[in-house]
């Protein structure tokens, strides 16, 4: 299951030696929805390798304002605590996949 992230657990999550995978994302925002399987499919299907979740904009502003995220949803892709790739808007698993293969 993908993790809930907040600012209070992100800086911890981050920092650690797998690659992180951030959907940030919002319960009106029908892209989101769609897209929101495919991360939990993620979640579970690379456990122990990367670490998957999800941010909900409307909760952690600050998280969201800090890294720009403007439209939902939104993925970051993580790798030593910093941005290594973003996808913008919804998304096949094979893309999203295919950009978690390249950093693990």
């Avoid at 409307?58 to 403007?70: A, G, I, K, Y």
Wanted: proline fraction near 4%.
């Amino acid at each position: 299951m993908a993790q809930q992230i907040t600012s209070d657990n992100f800086r911890e999550l981050v920092k650690s030696d797998k690659p992180l995978v951030v959907d940030f994302w919002a319960e009106w925002c029908g892209p989101c929805r769609m897209i929101g399987p495919i991360v939990e499919d993620l979640a579970q299907e690379y456990d122990g390798r990367a670490v998957v979740g999800k941010i909900n904009v409307d909760e952690e502003e600050e998280l969201t304002s800090e890294f720009e995220v403007r439209t939902v949803p939104t993925v970051l892709f993580f790798k030593n605590g910093e941005v290594v790739d973003r996808h913008v808007g919804a998304a096949s698993k094979s893309l999203l996949e295919d950009k978690l293969k390249k950093i693990l």
